[in-house]
């Protein structure tokens, strides 16, 4: 049994601390079914889940798969579904959770080995909308594209997305529609159409881009995506924005 | 997205569907006040609503005690023309919207859409029939009474 560092740093709290976990098993090439498997842990003070299952992992089984880098909310790769929400699981107190803890892999994600998903479609979403700079012009002064402070201010919101697929995960019409980019792509599209340094032909350009019964009208306006995402942002406010801009250039058809 | 092709009347039609739905709380409202606090579900007859539709009078003793509202004609017909337009138009985008988003019914998306169509105007021309049943040259069709 492994035993690394990261474990060996946590102190236990007390000595009754314990947590019961239910979490979801499936190595492709040893079950033929998912199976849930429960694991008994002394817990420490502010142990994350994320701790919960590196601690599994080196104390009780090896071969229990989770992916993780920063364990610090930064890096988005250990978005799991926690006692029946998308949740980083490095950012989730045990102690705020509810016993039996469930954890499985992100919902409406291809599972590859526990709870480690395939990311590619939900990469494929996020490139669909273009998610890079492209301005309409070169700088007016200097080699530097200039972004005012309000500006900067607008796109505030959606800049913090680490692209962890929780939003996605929650999505219901991202579930069943795979021609919708889905809360997070839609968020990024948001981030790049409201910068103003990109030129007004882009911008349009964009909105037109988003224009489609599969793209921002897609939205239910459901607001899950907004109650998962760890880093506060609301890809539904994004999206409603957009859909409102994109309606009140229809409706001033006389210009 | 890139790879989808924008489209003219989808802007179109997911601001008639908020239209509508903000439409349907207001009309439904003014049915609901009528049909259930004023004149009574058990009291609505034949005779009574072909008073409300052809000379816009609510009468009624039911939950909100003796009312009458005398509402000019055209108004009551007016939302009563609305409401059958407002949720057709609301109900049936909605079930499309909700078949179009299954990829499994990608394939079938011209045949859905040009039945929602004709089956749309179908259910609003058949509540326009039985709308005009109400009016002299058209009673005899339905009579109501
Ligand atoms: S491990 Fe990086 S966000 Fe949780």
Redesign the pocket.
């Known amino acids: 049994m492994a035993t690394t560092q990261e474990t060996q740093r946590s102190e236990p709290a007390t000595a009754e601390g314990k947590a019961e976990l239910d979490v979801f098993r499936y190595i492709p090439e040893e079950d033929d079914e998912p199976h849930t498997e429960t694991y008994e842990i002394e817990t420490f003070e502010g142990m994350t889940v ?1 701790d919960a299952l590196i601690k599994i992992r080196d104390e009780q089984d090896s071969s229990l798969t989770v ?13 799991v579904y926690i006692n029946g929400t998308q949740r ?4 989730t107190q045990v102690s705020e959770l509810s016993q039996p803890i469930d954890v499985e892999p992100l919902p409406r994600f291809d599972v590859i080995r526990d709870l480690v998903v395939e990311m590619n479609e939900f990469y494929d979403r996020m490139e669909s909308v273009e998610p890079w700079f492209q301005p309409d012009h070169e700088p007016e002064t200097g080699e530097e594209y200039l972004q005012s402070p309000e500006n900067r201010k607008n796109i505030d919101t959606v800049l913090d997305c ?1 692209w ?1 697929g929780a939003c996605t995960s929650s999505c219901s019409p991202a579930a069943t529609d795979s021609d919708f980019p889905g809360p997070a792509a839609l968020a990024k599209a948001y981030r790049f159409y409201k910068d103003e340094r990109e030129g007004e032909e882009t911008r349009k350009r964009r909105l037109e881009m988003l224009e489609s019964s599969h793209g921002i009208y897609r939205c239910h306006t459901q607001f899950n995506c907004t109650e998962v995402c ?1 880093k506060g942002i609301s890809p539904t406010e994004a999206i409603m924005e957009m859909s409102r801009d994109a309606v009140k250039e229809k409706l001033r058809f006389w210009r | 997205m890139s790879t989808q092709k924008p489209s003219k009347t989808a802007g179109w039609n997911w601001f008639l569907q908020r239209v509508t739905g903000v439409g349907l709380v207001v009309l439904l409202g003014f049915h609901f006040a009528v049909e259930h606090f004023i004149v009574g579900a058990a009291n609505v007859t034949a005779g009574n609503t072909v008073e409300r539709i052809t000379n816009g009078l609510i009468q009624g003793d039911h939950v909100l005690g003796q009312i009458t509202i005398n509402m000019p004609a055209f108004l009551y017909q007016a939302t009563a023309i609305s409401l059958l337009g407002f949720s057709v138009f609301h109900g049936m985008y909605g079930v499309y919207n909700v078949l179009m988003e299954q990829d499994t019914l990608r394939a079938y998306e011209k045949p859905i859409k040009y039945f929602f169509i004709v089956f749309s105007a179908a259910l609003f021309v058949q509540g326009i029939l039985i709308f005009l049943a109400f009016f002299e040259p058209f009673w005899q069709v339905y009579d109501p009474r």
């Open positions: 994320l992916r993780h880098s920063c364990r610090m909310a930064r890096c988005g790769s250990d978005a980083l699981a490095c950012n680490i962890c760890p």
